[in-house]
């Protein structure tokens, strides 16, 4: 979905462009239009982890002059302050950034990624009112990032659709069961912990429905609408597409080695492990308090992320039944609760947590949750059973 683009032209560029077609005659200026090509850029996606979702820009085009650049509202940089942190509450700038299309070409070609170009059918008037808000644009060229609804894609549309003689009607119906979940899990099967770590992080707002401009935050999503929109206007109708063609083919992508074992692999062996603790602690009568300190303090750390996450400004995130799982009060008891554990005395927390735990099952029926947390509800269901019933036991034997 975020593109860095390396090498970018400055964004006086596109300004100086537009101030020429003003200081020309009439003629020279309706010249200058008539070759003048403007066209939606789509980039399927590559293996670095910002590119998963593919990418959008905006290319213009001057035949006669050689004018050949890319408008692109991706552009970030790693080396901001707080980077991440800011990222993840949502509060990450971007900026549009001009670059020459020579350099988009090798960067794609770089990365084996094609690039479809979809030429608009446009008039000079609107070819001229996309210009200069491109070049108004350039003028304050940041913008507060917001992944589903205000991207590098979302910023394209709404540059080359709201600057028309007329309104884009977009072909066929919907797709009336798209939710954002199931729109990015399209694109990120081959990086299960990619998926994971979303999955992990978005809430039931994710699970939604949505409209078709929302799901136009996708690069191939809005690709494919523009591909049998038209314009209608006082005119009548025209296809908003004239031409569509490859500019950059693909090539063979090399999906990269991640971590061996998916999410729902370990979790699995984390079931295994919390069953044979509870079969030796059955079968010898001890007590393996260390699992259950290992057990909350990780489920703690764990739940400090999903807490941290409802002060988010991303869409879709704050509202996460998995916390219901996962969330901070098992950091702050391991101390008292593994001390009565010890002593064989029974604390709170467990029946607390398997209500909590029952609550997530039910959950399931309005939210989708990250592989493999079933089964690590089940693990952690399974040990809070046989706390109750052990300790229960041995309360009863004294």
């Not at 949502?90 to 084996?112: A, C, K, V, W």
């Not at 008891?333 to 002593?343: E, G």
Request: charged share 15%; glycine share 6%.
């Amino acid at each position: 979905m975020i593109a860095l683009c390396r090498h970018i032209k400055p964004l006086l560029l596109l300004v100086f462009s537009i101030a020429a077609l003003s200081c020309h005659a009439q003629s020279d200026a309706d010249s200058r239009l008539d070759s003048t090509e403007i066209s939606l850029l789509t980039c399927s996606p590559h293996q670095e982890v910002y590119s998963l979702y593919g990418h959008t820009a905006i290319r213009v085009r001057n035949a006669v002059t050689g004018e050949d650049l890319v408008v692109n509202y991706g552009v970030f940089d790693f080396a901001q302050p707080h980077f991440v942190t800011r990222f993840v509450f949502g509060l990450t700038d971007y900026s549009m950034g001009i670059m020459p299309f020579s350099l988009f070409y090798q960067e794609y070609r770089y990365y084996n990624s094609s690039v479809t170009q979809q030429t608009l059918n446009l008039t000079r008037a609107e070819k001229q009112n996309i210009l200069k808000a491109l070049a108004d644009n350039a003028q304050s060229p940041t913008y507060r990032y917001n992944y589903f609804h205000d991207n590098c894609t979302t910023r394209a549309r709404d540059m080359l659709t709201q600057h028309l003689d007329g309104e884009v009607h977009y072909q066929g119906a919907a797709d009336s069961s798209a939710t954002f979940r199931s729109m990015i899990h399209d694109f990120n099967e081959q990086h299960p912990w990619a998926r994971f770590g979303n999955d992990m992080l978005l809430g039931f707002g994710a699970d939604r429905r949505t409209t078709r401009s929302e799901t136009q935050f996708l690069p191939t999503n809005l690709m494919d609408d523009f591909a049998t929109a038209t314009i209608e206007g006082e005119g009548g109708s025209r296809p908003l597409v004239k031409e569509t063609r490859e500019v950059v083919p693909g090539g063979v992508q090399v999906v990269e080695s991640e971590f061996p074992l998916r999410p729902l692999s370990c979790f699995l062996l984390l079931l295994i492990v919390t069953l044979l603790v509870i079969a030796i602690e059955w079968k010898t009568g001890s007590t393996l308090w260390g699992y259950d300190a290992i057990v909350l303090t990780l489920s703690g750390l764990a739940g400090i992320v999903l807490t941290l996450m409802i002060f988010s400004h991303h869409p879709s995130v704050s509202l996460n039944l998995q916390l219901l799982l996962l969330n901070p009060l098992p950091l702050l008891l391991v101390i008292p609760v593994v001390r009565k554990t010890r002593r064989h005395l029974q604390h709170w927390w467990w029946k607390a947590w398997t209500v909590l735990i029952i609550l997530f099952f039910v959950g399931s029926f309005i939210q989708k949750y990250a592989e493999g947390m079933f089964i690590l509800a089940l693990s952690l269901l399974c040990l809070c059973i046989w706390r109750l019933q052990k300790n229960s036991q041995k309360r009863k034997m004294k």
